[in-house]
């Protein structure tokens, strides 16, 4: 073996504290909310959103680690009520009478509502501690009841630079566990393209590294692009695959490609892809890529995601097909998309900009005598300024 170790080269270098963990610094900087945490020792129920290979599991095994409490681990694509029942029942050693169990919930949004409704009770008393992982936005996959008891920590996607830290410290393992003397290094090119390849993704970094230092002993450019297309080391479909098939799949629509739209589509459906996540998605596309040039794209694509509901699979996948069709034919303007995103970057950069008076609500005569809703035209001329005086030239559609 190229390592003198059984242990997978991500649990070698996985971070032991707060202090060796990379990226996330809005949430693990100097009084961050997880530092704060991490400091006091405290753990309560919450929950981690965010793209994969961010460091979900990792933080979750770091809090808990320092709250000196055991973590039981599951995933929620193959665990069920009986799993939870066993960790319930369980005794526990080592453990402060004050905390209760902690269970760590990969994928949580795999968990049907029935399967959140069993956990709600538990998590309510405070027998159970959750901490749950999620690459979907909760607000959509997470009952209210449950997510009401959770705090929810959003985390973003690795940047260059930390991808690039990762790649060093990555290295850093290899050569000091190595059974050779000689020291492994990468080249420029090389990790440039890791860089790309890896998205942001930590996990799809160390999988690529480990890889291709143990089908060639070295870690070259030609060497990562050959492992890349080795058939037998493909990344796991919920992963990478997911997100590189989704995106493919919006790119494919916003080109009006319906023949590899419906591709990418029979391939989310044959992986068992939640129909769901692929309406949502549609719905979404509909009025950021389609918008005003066919509004008539939003109703279908919410009446999709009805039929979706009603009918599971595998007939659902017909509901698909029909309005994926449909999107990728429109024409398309994302004039409403682009408006929204420059209004929000004014709203970013000046703040609450005060509300012209002829605009105000009057409720009282107070407000009437200083000018609220004083000169106010239900249909005023078309050059009237109805914005902030400070954005009275500005233009969004």
């Known amino acids: 073996m190229p390592l003198n170790t059984h242990q997978p080269l991500a649990d070698l270098i996985r971070p032991k504290n707060l202090d060796e963990f990379i990226g996330q610094s809005h949430l693990v900087g100097l009084d961050k909310p997880i530092r704060i945490v991490y400091d006091k020792q405290l753990l309560f129920s919450l929950i981690f959103w965010g793209p994969p290979g961010v460091g979900k599991t990792t933080l979750a095994k770091i809090l808990a680690k320092n709250a000196g409490v055991q973590i039981h681990q599951l995933s929620a694509v193959s665990a069920g009520k009986n799993d939870i029942k066993k960790i319930l029942n369980s005794d526990q050693v080592s453990q402060p009478s004050l905390i209760s169990k902690v269970l760590f919930l990969d994928e949580i949004h795999r968990f049907n509502k029935a399967q959140q409704d069993f956990l709600l ?3 309510e008393s405070g027998q159970l501690t959750l901490i749950g992982a999620t690459t979907e936005n909760p607000s959509f996959e997470i009952i209210s009841p449950l997510l009401s008891r959770c705090r929810v920590f959003i985390l973003n996607q690795l940047s260059d630079k930390e991808i690039g830290q990762i790649i060093n410290r990555v290295i850093s393992e290899i050569n000091r566990h190595s059974a050779t003397a000689k020291s492994i290094k990468i080249t420029k090119p090389a990790r440039d393209w890791l860089i790309q390849m890896a998205n942001g993704d930590a996990r799809q970094t160390i999988t690529m590294i480990d890889n291709t230092f143990t089908l060639y002993n070295d870690l070259s450019l030609k060497n990562f692009v050959s492992t890349l297309q080795n058939k037998f080391l493909r990344f796991d479909k919920k992963g990478e695959e997911h997100y590189n098939t989704i995106s493919a799949f919006i790119k494919s629509m916003r080109a009006s490609d319906c023949n590899a739209a419906i591709y990418y589509l029979a391939r989310m459906v044959d992986a068992g892809e939640d129909p769901k996540f692929i309406a949502r998605r549609m719905i979404i596309f509909a009025s950021e890529d389609i918008g005003i040039a066919n509004s008539s794209a939003l109703m279908l ?89 400070k954005l009275k030239n500005s233009k969004y559609v």
């Open 121 to 123: 009770p538990y998590v």
């Open 301 to 389: 694509a919410n009446q999709t995601f009805q039929a979706v509901e009603k009918i599971g699979y595998p007939e659902c996948a017909i509901n698909l097909a029909h309005a994926v069709i449909y999107l990728a034919k429109s024409p398309k303007n994302r004039s409403c998309y682009d408006a929204l995103r420059s209004a929000q970057e004014d709203v970013k950069n000046f703040g609450n900009l005060p509300i012209p008076l002829n605009l105000r609500n009057a409720p009282t005569k107070l407000m009437k005598e200083i000018g609220y809703g004083k000169g106010y035209k239900k249909y005023p001329d078309k050059n009237t300024n109805l914005l902030p005086d």
